[in-house]
């Protein structure tokens, strides 16, 4: 019950983020918001303050920022949705993603500044490993994977995940000197997962205990990385999406939100294990992954979400001339039918993953 509390606060941090975007955005550009929701299906409660209805509604799935003239009614007024430019527009739609990377990027600013950080430094080689093998020594600097450039740890892990035992090519820096290896991820049954068998080198965060031997990042240093593990959070997300919509993704690579609240639950009860302090990072590190999740998903060019009316006011901009009001509403009508289709694949995912 207690991991159900926190995802929906969780949720409803993410969508408040995101329909705030839309909200300041609108606003900003002398748009008429009518309502601001958190939350679908009938009110549980509204307030209005000034023009615009705040409520929050009985179903935690998503919410809503409900502009004049953005409906079925159409209106064309001064201060309606459909009266302002295409740049307006596209600006107030892309402002809803955009509070979401803000926001994860904030996230992942307080997890760096607050723990330790991995770099794609070696530190150590493990004996019988295939990093031993190939010659791989300690303050190697892994540069590039597979021909990719590594900017933090995280990208080397996901870049051998995804690689799945074959071989890999790494480029590393040695005392100012280029060199290139090859070789091939070794399986590890206790992490579940494939090794190349390197220590990697620790920096403490600003904000860390200090410990001996271990240097601290720099301000510039935690923004680099905050920014870079956000643009890792965002591709993988991207990769995993196209994979789900073409229902072509394997069953441990998406969930819903059943799969969401036993994340949840489950890292906050393991960062209990060593205090509070690491629990409520776990939460926040996941709070940090949904957020690039939800904007990165809201950006797709599919009908119905953020990213389908940026490509519709594209067609717009090409046309010089908007759609047919009637066709735009059909349009984004099949666009929905898809993601309740999308909804339905990962809930069974979901309930699969229960009954296995």
Known sequence: MFSIIISLILIGVLVIAHEFGHFIAAKKCGILVEEFSVGMGPKFFSHKKGETEYSIRLLPLGGFCRMQGEGEDGIIGPRSFLSKSVLVRFIVMA?????????????????????????????EILPNTPAQEVGLQAGDEISRINGKRIHIYDELEAQIYKNEGEEIRLDILRNGQEYTYKLTPQYNAERQGYLIGFAPEIEVGLFTDAVEGYQRLSVLDTLQYSYYSMLNYIKLTAEGLVRVFTFTAKQEEYGGPISIVKMVGDSYEAGLTYGMKEAIQNVIYIGAVLSANLGVLNLFPIPALDGGRILLLIVEAIRRKPLNPELESKIHFLGFAFLMGIMVFVLYGDIVKIFA
């Open 95 to 123: 402002a809803g993603p955009f509070m979401n990377f803000l926001l994860a990027l904030l996230m992942i600013i307080g997890l760096t500044s607050s723990s330790y950080v991995a770099l794609p430094l070696v530190k």
